[in-house]
T-cell receptor
């Protein structure tokens, strides 16, 4: 079955440490996205990528970095510059954003500070 | 910028009907999506509207009025499993590849 796999499910970060969240999709979608969700809030866009080797900042990119070396993969690094990283991180993919096709989401990674 | 508003919480009784409103102000419009999200889980797609009117899918219906910047999600014959957060998301332009999400409405279904 096609889908999006995020790992790990839970992640703990020490102060001053960079951590990387994995996102892999086998839906053959061109576009991929990273969102952050805080308790009681909606999804805020961190970064997105429409095509391999290209990506754009979303609304809250500061303290985060991404790469898109393969169509299937879009890892997110939470750097030490992100002072409040505790949140639920969701990865999504989209079939070029056309028509009525929805974004598909992974199961999320919950990041906490040690 | 994008501004999408939804009520924060709603409570209803099992078997009843609940209507979740969503108003939006965006730079251009090319579709509105509704998602359901259970606590700690990924959002799942419920419905899509791009033209004015009502789209019905079983117990769930969604309505759109583009001139009013307004949509609602109607949940009928409520079940306990419908207790979740419901997210309204707007695509602002056809080639923008982005969705703007509302903060979500938490629906609690009581027995």
């Amino acid at each position: 079955d096609g889908g999006i796999t995020q790992s790990p499910k839970y992640l703990f970060r020490k102060e001053g440490q960079n951590v990387t969240l994995s996102c892999e999709q086998n839906l053959n979608h061109d576009a991929m996205y990273w969102y952050r969700q805080d308790p009681g809030q909606g999804l805020r866009l961190i970064y997105y990528s429409q095509i391999v080797n290209d990506f754009q900042k979303g609304d809250i990119a500061e303290g985060y970095s991404v790469s898109r070396e393969k169509k299937e993969s879009f890892p997110l690094t939470v750097t030490s510059a992100q002072k409040n990283p505790t949140a639920f991180y969701l990865c999504a993919s989209w079939d070029r954003g056309f028509g009525n096709q929805p974004q598909h989401f992974g199961d999320g990674t919950r990041l906490s500070i040690l | 910028g994008q501004n999408i508003d939804q009520p924060t919480e709603m409570t209803a009784t099992e078997g009843a009907i609940v209507q979740i409103n969503c108003t939006y102000q965006t730079s251009g419009f090319n579709g509105l999506f509704w998602y359901q999200q259970h606590a700690g889980e990924a959002p799942t797609f419920l419905s899509y509207n791009v033209l004015d009117g009502l789209e019905e899918k079983g117990r769930f219906s969604s309505f759109l009025s583009r001139s009013k910047g307004y949509s609602y999600l109607l949940l009928k014959e409520l079940q306990m499993k419908d207790s979740a957060s419901y997210l309204c998301a707007v695509r602002s332009t056809r080639n923008d590849y982005k969705l703007s999400f509302g903060a979500g409405t938490t629906v609690t279904v009581r027995a």
